[in-house]
């Protein structure tokens, strides 16, 4: 028992060093970035986008985002909800003419 504070500092240490070596992600600049960046990091890593880009269009950002505030109750106002759409589809979707 008496060794439990020093298990304790240990850990915390770790976990601080952890944090600390954590980079910010970085989004493509676009319009509708800031909004994209502060309503979806405000319930997950934007490490999603990039790690889902190569998976969605237009289509399935629509349905994504949609499940987000149906299912999820993301608290995303319509326009908020296009202006996103509409960024990771230019941003994070297919190139140009690639689309089906």
Known sequence: MRHLPLIAVLLLAAGASALAQERPIALNDGA?????ENICSGCHS???IRIN???MNRQTWT???NKMVQM???PIAPNDA???????STNYGPPAGSEK
């Open 32 to 36: 509708g970035r800031a909004v994209t």
């Open 46 to 48: 934007l490490d999603y």
């Open 53 to 55: 880009a190569p998976f």
């Open 63 to 65: 349905a994504s985002v």
């Open 72 to 74: 999820f109750g993301a």
């Open 82 to 88: 296009t202006m996103i759409i509409d960024y990771l």
